[in-house]
């Protein structure tokens, strides 16, 4: 069998009309109701998550965002639809589960994953340059780490439970949000948290969340579409493939948030941000560093975990765990500024990449 | 030059890629037989080879596993 086009969405014309998508579904995730300049994000929406479980108690920013839980499973259809669903595992989970924590309380000092850091930027937060320049800084100490040999080792072939786990947890939490849902001025329904003021309380219908969630799931996961794999590939390998898909959701998103009013350029008193450069710098760098050591950006990571990867799985639950230590001792930070423990958050962050990065140089 | 060829099974990105460009440039013409277990590693290094000027000749399919024959003349 020769080589031939079989996945029109891996095209240079699929991931660029992906990114495109996804750029036009989270604009109007925020004109019908989520927070600005958060149409998606997946740390932020991991953050909340946690939150509406009550792993953390800040009381501004918990709801199990539909969105996230619909990209796990629209990505796992997909495959399954694909023959690409294969349950695999053993690559390094207990150091992944930390990336992934490292990755969140990085991206909580910023305050967005790459994917916010673009729909920061296409809004007209000048503050997301700082955070997409950490994010590039961190990602290019990460192609070092890869040439100096850096493996997490190989994953195998694994029982149907590592596959399945982490799609059933979200089919799982999808069932409370409808069992328990969302009661107009109570900060709690049943097991679940809701913020009654913040960007905890912005949301966009239920029915256009995980609607607009399986598509993007489905979608990304047949493109492969990663924004930290976009800049890898374009620092490791001159590739633009990747980069591509991720500069078409940022040109697509600033022109809808033009046609819909949601262009404010700025960098003082932009939504769900701050204008401490240094700790945008440093903390997005943070968050590139774990990202890359990962080999995928958050949202892949979700995309991935719904393929049956369970060690994206491990790392998507270290994710969650990471949100919840960020808020209860003090990481995260706010618009006021950077969390009280922020720096220390980004120093320690950092200290466990570098870790991971000089303990993992192996040839495979 | 005879066939060499490149594990890349279990692998996570970018780490096939890697593995098959530095072999590309390590013996400069001639066969790579690059063994990959997934679609996504499939394409990105049948992607790879192209943009080195490397033809992917051939790709075979067992089970979850695919032998893709790289070529250079």
Redesign the interface.
């Known amino acids: 069998m020769t080589e031939k086009i079989r996945n029109v969405f891996a095209t240079p014309a699929g991931v660029i009309g992906v990114g495109a998508l996804i750029g036009i579904l989270a604009a109007l995730l925020q004109k019908f109701g989520n927070p600005p300049n958060m149409g998606i994000c997946v740390a932020c929406m991991e953050r909340d998550i946690a939150g509406a479980l009550g792993l953390h108690r800040a009381a501004v920013v918990q709801y199990l965002r539909p969105e996230i839980l619909a990209f796990v499973l629209g990505s796992f259809v997909a495959a399954l639809l694909a023959g690409e669903f294969r349950p695999r595992g053993g690559s390094a989970p207990v150091t992944r589960f930390f990336l992934g924590m490292a990755a969140m309380i990085g991206a909580l000092v910023f305050l967005g994953c790459p994917w916010r850091a673009l729909l920061r930027l296409a809004g007209g937060d000048g503050n997301a340059i700082l955070g997409l320049a950490g994010l590039v800084v961190g990602i290019w100490i990460g192609t070092l780490f890869f040439k100096a040999g850096y493996s997490l080792g190989r994953s195998s072939g694994q029982g149907l439970s590592t596959g399945l786990l982490v799609p059933l947890l979200m089919l799982g939490l999808l069932i409370l949000r409808l069992v328990y849902p969302p009661v107009e001025g109570q900060a709690q329904s049943g097991v679940l948290f809701y913020s009654a003021q913040g960007p905890g309380a912005a949301k966009a219908p239920l029915l256009f969340s995980l609607g607009a969630g399986l598509v993007i799931g489905a979608l990304a996961q047949r493109s492969r579409f990663c924004t930290m794999g976009g800049i890898r590939d374009l620092i490791l390998f001159r590739q633009f493939h990747l980069f591509s898909g991720m500069l078409s959701l940022l040109v697509v998103a600033w022109i809808v948030n033009l046609l819909l009013g949601q262009f404010h350029p700025g960098f003082q008193k932009q939504p769900i941000a701050h204008a401490q450069h240094l700790w945008n710098f440093a903390g997005m760098l943070v968050a590139g560093l774990a990202f890359a050591l990962a080999g995928g950006c958050p949202g892949r990571q979700l995309f991935m975990a719904g393929e049956g990867d369970g060690d994206a799985g491990v790392f998507v639950l270290g994710m969650i765990v990471g949100a919840a230590v960020s808020h209860n001792f003090g990481l995260a930070s706010s618009p006021q500024g950077i969390g009280p423990h922020g720096v220390a958050a980004v120093l320690i962050g950092l200290g466990v990449c570098l870790f991971v990065g000089f303990t993992n140089r192996q040839r495979v | 030059m005879g066939r060499v060829s490149v594990d890349a099974?279990?692998?996570?990105?970018?780490?096939p890629?890697?593995?098959a460009?530095s072999k590309m440039k390590e013996i400069q013409t001639g066969e790579i037989e690059v063994i990959v277990d997934?679609?996504?590693s499939r394409?990105?290094v049948?992607?790879?080879a192209r943009?080195s000027g490397w033809e992917?000749?051939?790709?075979?399919?067992q089970g979850?596993e695919y032998r893709?024959l790289l070529e250079r003349k």
């Open positions: 099974r279990g692998l996570s990105c970018p780490q890629v890697l593995l460009t997934n679609e996504t394409e990105n049948s992607r790879a943009a992917v000749v051939e790709v075979t399919q979850e893709l």
